[in-house]
């Protein structure tokens, strides 16, 4: 797909617990991911959408472009720890920006064992929700 648009690049597949990466290296990473990752966003979406529409039992796949989405999604789990330890000291909970679900399941996860820190999401079905950070509530004895 990429090299029908013209990109002259090197694909490397990476197989997970949680799925397939292709890791493509290329001379014109910037062009491919865009500005924030939004054209590697939609290069992934695109590449998903072909996949399930030749066999609706496809995985998803992910695509990163020499590890910047895997550095992105490490920086977000740090600093969101980061943001933790505050609510942690504090008590008070944070109300985290916007994000997308793919970001919004790097917070959870970064919480998930976290025996202080929950973290909350609201039940509507927007897009784009934000996510709180609170100290956990500790169940009662009795």
Same mark, same amino acid.
């Given at each position: 797909?990429?090299?029908?648009?013209?990109?002259?690049?090197?694909?490397? &597949?990476?197989?997970? =617990?949680?799925? @397939?990466? %292709?890791?493509?290296?290329?001379?014109? /990473? +910037?062009?491919?991911? $865009?500005?924030?990752? &939004?054209?590697?966003? =939609?290069?992934? @979406?695109? %590449?998903?959408?072909?996949?399930?529409? /030749? +066999?609706?039992?496809? $995985?998803?796949?992910?695509?990163?472009?020499?590890?910047?989405?895997?550095?992105?999604?490490?920086?977000?789990?740090?600093?969101?720890?980061?943001? $933790?330890?505050?609510?942690?000291?504090?008590?008070?909970?944070?109300?985290?920006?916007?994000?997308?679900?793919?970001?919004?399941?790097?917070?959870?996860?970064?919480?998930?064992?976290?025996?202080?820190?929950?973290?909350?999401?609201?039940?509507?079905?927007?897009?784009?929700?934000?996510?709180?950070?609170?100290?956990?509530?500790?169940?009662?004895?009795?």
């Amino acid at each position: 797909m990429l090299g029908l648009l013209g990109f002259v690049c090197e694909i490397k &597949e990476i197989e997970h =617990d949680h799925g @397939l990466t %292709l890791m493509v290296y290329t001379g014109e /990473k +910037d062009r491919l991911i $865009g500005r924030n990752g &939004e054209l590697l966003e =939609d290069i992934q @979406l695109l %590449l998903n959408r072909l996949l399930q529409a /030749k +066999d609706k039992h496809a $995985g998803k796949v992910q695509v990163d472009i020499e590890h910047w989405r895997e550095m992105r999604d490490d920086s977000l789990a740090q600093r969101v720890r980061q943001i $933790g330890e505050i609510v942690r000291q504090t008590g008070r909970p944070y109300h985290l920006e916007p994000m997308n679900a793919y970001e919004r399941r790097i917070v959870h996860h970064a919480f998930k064992d976290d025996p202080e820190i929950a973290t909350w999401s609201p039940p509507d079905d927007a897009r784009i929700k934000r996510i709180t950070l609170k100290r956990r509530v500790e169940a009662s004895a009795g």
